[in-house]
């Protein structure tokens, strides 16, 4: 993806998952925000947007944060939601038997007390394979993987749900089905 991809990229994330007002946009409540007036609002928020950069952001985010309606009228990030606004009503899925959260050693204390929560999010971000875990883990510090134990989580109770990325949700995590994943 090229600076400008990323730039743009980042934008997008900004007011599609966090701060929609700082434009003047509003999303409806599963974070759908029509392409036309996204664009009309950034283009007077000094940012310059098109269909068709909107379409190769979209097309070619390795994370694929966004998704673009069948009608191809309106956008809306996929999960990370932080703005209350916002509350897509995922499908329940089972999950499989282990999935994977990466983060920084250096939060492995308040982890291990707390669990995996939220924050200011919407969900606690969880995915299918190590490597996209390690990636995560890569952006905040010395990376750690650890190892979900998902099936037995759904088994007692626990809802799962997973966006049209592939990002595997859950509000939260208790510590008893934490492990570290040994490298």
Same mark, same amino acid.
């Given at each position: 993806?090229?600076? &400008? &991809?990323t730039?743009?990229?980042?934008?997008?994330?900004?007011?599609?998952?966090?701060? !929609?007002?700082?434009?003047g946009?509003?999303?409806?409540?599963?974070?759908?925000?029509?392409?036309?007036?996204l664009?009309?609002?950034?283009?007077?928020d000094?940012?310059?947007?098109?269909?068709?950069?909107?379409?190769?952001?979209?097309?070619?985010?390795?994370?694929?944060?966004?998704?673009?309606s069948?009608?191809?009228? +309106?956008?809306?990030?996929?999960?990370? &939601?932080?703005t209350?606004?916002?509350?897509?009503n995922?499908?329940?899925?089972? !999950? !499989?038997?282990?999935?994977?959260?990466g983060t920084?050693?250096r939060f492995?204390?308040?982890?291990?007390?707390?669990?995996?929560?939220?924050g200011?999010?919407?969900?606690?971000?969880?995915?299918?394979?190590e490597?996209?875990?390690?990636?995560?883990? &890569?952006?905040?510090?010395? !990376?750690?993987?650890?190892?979900?134990?998902?099936?037995?989580?759904?088994e007692?109770?626990?809802?799962?749900? +997973?966006?049209e990325?592939?990002?595997?949700?859950?509000?939260i995590?208790?510590?008893?089905f934490?492990?570290?994943?040994?490298?």
């Open positions: 993806m090229s600076k &400008h &991809h730039e743009i990229s980042k934008f997008l994330s900004f007011v599609l998952r966090h701060q !929609p007002d700082a434009i946009i509003t999303l409806d409540i599963e974070g759908w925000v029509d392409i036309a007036v664009i009309t609002a950034a283009t007077k000094g940012k310059t947007l098109d269909i068709e950069l909107i379409r190769d952001v979209v097309a070619t985010s390795d994370k694929k944060r966004f998704f673009i069948e009608d191809g009228l +309106r956008i809306r990030a996929v999960q990370g &939601h932080s209350q606004s916002v509350d897509i995922y499908k329940e899925q089972v !999950p !499989p038997e282990f999935l994977y959260h920084a050693t492995l204390e308040s982890i291990y007390k707390d669990g995996l929560t939220s200011s999010r919407h969900y606690v971000h969880l995915s299918q394979d490597q996209t875990a390690l990636a995560v883990g &890569h952006r905040h510090g010395q !990376p750690i993987v650890l190892v979900i134990k998902a099936l037995q989580m759904h007692q109770g626990f809802k799962f749900f +997973r966006a990325n592939g990002v595997w949700l859950t509000s995590i208790s510590v008893k934490i492990s570290e994943k040994i490298s």
